[in-house]
């Protein structure tokens, strides 16, 4: 990659010693706590990555900064940026529009919410957190910092967004005291549940909540009466003026919404209809008429829109990565884009720790590049998707010559359909 390397001082911006030590080992206080939220908020992606160091300058660099040079790339290296890829676009678009319009309704009773489901590693927490951060900056700034509904004289403090992971045996009192710990409000062990109903909702209306994250909402099982009756709660909560957004693993298959299959031609969720339909001519269930439901996808390679989406999300990456040998294409060039898409089949999670494993053993090889090579030395264990394949899989195939080359470049520019590759999209 072109670097730019006017400086004199080639680690202008490095930061001492001690702050890197305090990066590394200060840690982050836990997400679904108010203080953790926002350390998340104010420190999501502001992480300055290492000064760019080419292999000529490197002898240049005094011996007792070579060390604190090194550890700062691996720190930059291990904190890959969150990229606005077509699937976290998609979820913060809907994200913004739901909170957006709940926000100013004034006699709806009941505020409508969101589901974002996806296999593992697909980036769901990440994406919902971001477009979480972002809305509660704008929802802060709006209101000069000051929560709007607070009564004169108090200082309650203004938590427009509370993020919560689903408790491992979810009750509704479980969930009631994951809510109030994200405060850290204290609770009576003697409390009944209606007490601790009582005691959310005043947290939630004295704090300015208008959004609250469920993560790991797949732990519910509907079979079980308690997980039925957390779910009833969560329904009785987005009559308080919050938006609810749930996210977890296969949310259609656990029984929020009823058992669904998914139709790969349509690419979307489809629900059969209830038993009770053909006596009380109900078509849909209360979640599924409160909740709107968003499948988080993972890259794909079948049209030059998609391959072209996954190659910026490569360079991005490309561009971030510090390896004292990096050169333009590192990650885009040659068949590089398709190694990776076979060896992740487009996961973000998967990808992400693949390249960031490989720098990790760039630098301590001495090698200072990611080629295919070194990430064959990599062990990516993975389970098989469990839905349904609905394209082909990228061919083994590296080039070792000009015309193996432009083959490549031809595939880019070829859709495949489920029989193997068709016609060239020209559109």
Known sequence: MTRALSHDDPLEGLPPRAKIAELILGGQPPRDTYVGWQHYRTHCGRLVPAPAISLQQWPTIPESRQADYDLYRQLTNANLPLQNTPMHDKVGKLIRRRLRGNTMKQDDPTRAGVMVSGWGNYGKTASVCSAG????????????????????????????????STPVTATPKSLCASILGFFRAPMRKS??????????????????????????????????????DVLDLMRAFMSLDVTLI??????????????????????????????????????????????????????????????????????????????????????????????????????????????????????????????????????????????????????????????????????????????????????
């Open 133 to 164: 951060a972002v809305f509660e900056g704008q929802w802060l700034q709006l209101h000069s910092y000051l929560n709007p509904g607070a009564l004169p004289g108090t200082r309650d403090l203004h938590a427009p967004v509370v993020y919560v």
């Open 191 to 228: 409390a009944t549940l209606p007490e601790l109903v009582r005691q959310v909702a005043d947290s939630l209306h004295d704090h300015g909540v208008k959004a609250l994250i469920l993560d790991d909402i797949s732990r519910l099982r509907m079979h079980r009466a308690d997980d039925q």
């Open 246 to 427: 749930l996210t977890g693993v296969n949310i259609p298959g656990i029984g929020l919404l009823r058992e669904a299959k998914w139709n790969k031609n349509t690419r979307q969720w489809e629900m059969p209809p209830l038993e009770s339909t053909r006596i009380h001519g109900l078509e849909i269930t209360q979640t599924e008429h409160r909740f709107e439901l968003i499948e988080l996808d993972r890259f794909r390679y079948t049209t030059p829109k998609q391959i072209q989406a996954f190659v910026d999300h490569l360079k991005g990456i490309e561009q971030h990565l510090q390896l004292l040998k990096a050169k333009e294409g590192m990650l885009t060039g040659g068949t590089m884009p398709e190694y990776l898409m076979r060896r992740t089949s487009g996961v973000v999670g998967l990808l992400g720790r693949l390249l960031e494993d490989g720098a990790q053993e760039a630098m301590e090889s001495g090698k200072e590049l990611i080629d295919e090579s070194l990430l064959d030395e990599i062990v990516l264990r993975r389970d098989k998707p469990e839905q349904p394949p609905d394209e082909p899989a990228i061919p083994i195939a590296p080039p070792t010559s000009d015309k193996e080359s432009r083959r490549v470049k031809k595939r880019r520019n070829t859709v495949f359909d489920d029989e193997g590759p068709a016609v060239t999209d020209t559109a």
